[in-house]
Nanobody
Framework: QVQLVESGGGLVQAGGSLRLSCVASGRTFGNYAMGWFRQAPGKEREFVASITWSGSTTYYADSVKARFTISRDNAKNTVYLHMNSLKPEDTAVYYC??????????????WGQGTQVTVSS
């Protein structure tokens, strides 16, 4: 089992930045690819970014490419999502997920509870 706890969400003005963190506990964190998803009000959850277990390869949704960066520190059992140039449409609950790679939710076996990001215009 892997437990995931997200933090770092909050309210930010458009154009601002936030860094989300996801701390994992349980099984060896370094064995898992990790991902971030988000769900806006009234919409389905969507893929944001993912990273391989080594951190050598990353994937991004087109909507966040060049603005968001996913990274990880296996020594700290933590994956990060650095979000720059935030837009109101980035407002959502952001979820950390483990065990999968890429955009398919079904590939991920473990999920956090989510952290709210609100971007004001």
């Amino acid at each position: 089992q892997v437990q995931l706890v997200e933090s770092g969400g909050g309210l930010v003005q458009a154009g601002g930045s936030l860094r989300l963190s996801c701390v994992a506990s349980g099984r060896t964190f370094g064995n898992y690819a990790m991902g971030w998803f988000r769900q806006a009000p009234g919409k389905e959850r969507e893929f944001v970014a993912s990273i391989t277990w080594s951190g050598s390869t990353t994937y991004y949704a087109d909507s966040v490419k060049a603005r968001f960066t996913i990274s990880r520190d296996n020594a700290k059992n933590t994956v990060y999502l650095h979000m720059n140039s935030l837009k109101p449409e980035d407002t959502a609950v952001y979820y950390c997920a483990a065990g999968g790679l890429g955009s398919f939710e079904s590939h991920y076996g473990y999920w956090g509870q989510g952290t709210q990001v609100t971007v004001s215009s």
